[in-house]
């Protein structure tokens, strides 16, 4: 289900961004106005992201193989990281050039005036729309979290990547609109400029937000605290599994999850016994958390108990 609400809101999102992209590169070519360049080049950035999304996502779909054991479900991840770098460089720092410039020479709309308020407000309209799909699909997966939380924490990083895209195309089309009518109103050229400052600072603050997110998916985030814990009550709740000692997750991808564990079994238990409660304990953890792919559990000696028994301290207080 996420992965297909992730994949509906990129195509919805890729699909408003080339028509976006299209009418407003046509205005800037009639009007000549540098906001409606920098949102051109925003549009053509957003669907080239959306790109290279649906390609990670089909990418990370490829089964392991002996040089990649674990599989290929962290491309998602890579490709969301540069989708990351392509909205820095190309969408803000494009703008932001291209706002120095207008404010160093400005020029005021001489041609068709009415075109890019009319192009504008269309594009928010088609933005509005991408931006409620993703958050519609956001809402299916986000539960009770709040939208910051749900961006930090998500493990499928598309909706997060799309959310934050959908909103910064939407206010970034208000700068532009702003900066165009104040320059059509007062006939000075710098408030278009200004407007393309707003749009170049907005996009490189989201592509920040978005390498740190991704850089910390790429090297490895450990379970959310929910699975956690169901992860450990399926492990305590097999009955020749006396105790977990220790365990370790990681997501290898964002619908795959790695475990590690430590338990402790009695010293007098046969290794058919043990080898039968390890996997029942595979089996609850599955049953707990689907996304559980690959589980490695060790067995132990309940060292605290026999430490315990020695010195005649209850177990359960031996250290």
Same mark, same amino acid.
């Given at each position: ?76 991840? *890579?490709?969301?990281?540069? $989708? &990351?770098? =392509? #909205?820095? +460089?190309?969408?803000?720092?494009? %703008?932001?050039? !291209? ?17 890019? *308020?009319?192009?504008?407000? $269309? &594009?928010? =309209? #088609?933005? +509005?729309?991408?931006?409620?799909? %993703?958050?519609? !699909? ?22 997060? $990547? ?158």
């Amino acid at each position: 289900m996420a992965v297909e609400g992730s994949t509906k809101a990129v195509v919805t999102a890729l699909c408003a961004n080339l028509g976006i992209a299209v009418t407003k590169f046509g205005a800037y070519l009639l009007t000549g106005s540098a906001a409606m360049l920098a949102e051109s080049i925003h549009s053509v950035a957003d669907s080239s992201n959306q790109g290279l999304l649906l390609l990670g996502g089909k990418r990370a779909r490829r089964a392991a193989t002996k040089e990649h054991p674990f599989g290929y479900g962290r491309e998602r991840y *890579i490709y969301s990281f540069i $989708v &990351a770098i =392509v #909205l820095f +460089s190309v969408g803000g720092l494009y %703008a932001l050039y !291209e706002a120095w410039h207008k404010i160093s020479h400005p020029e005021p709309i001489t041609r068709w005036q009415w075109v890019p *308020i009319v192009v504008l407000v $269309v &594009a928010l =309209v #088609l933005e +509005s729309f991408a931006m409620r799909t %993703a958050i519609k !699909e956001s809402n299916a997966v986000r539960g009770k979290a709040t939208w910051v939380q749900f961006i930090r924490r998500a493990k499928s990083p598309e909706l997060p $990547v799309i959310l934050l895209e959908d909103a910064g195309a939407l206010f970034g089309l208000v700068f532009a609109l702003l900066g165009v009518s104040l320059t059509l109103v007062t006939g000075n050229g710098v408030y278009d400029g200004l407007g393309t400052a707003a749009i170049g600072l907005l996009l490189v603050a989201i592509a920040i937000v978005l390498a740190v997110e991704m850089k910390s998916l790429l090297i490895g985030e450990s379970a959310t605290d929910e699975h956690v814990r169901e992860i450990e009550r399926a492990i305590v709740s097999v009955e020749d599994i006396d105790r977990l000692i220790h365990m370790k997750t990681q997501h290898i991808g964002p619908e795959e999850l790695l475990v590690a564990a430590k338990v402790a079994v009695d010293a007098q238990d046969e290794a058919a016994r043990v080898a039968r409660a390890i996997n029942e304990a595979e089996a609850r953890i599955r049953e707990a958390v689907p996304i559980a792919r690959m589980i490695y559990i060790e067995p132990d000696l309940d060292r605290s108990a026999a430490t315990a028994r020695a010195s005649g301290t209850p177990a359960d207080t031996a250290g």
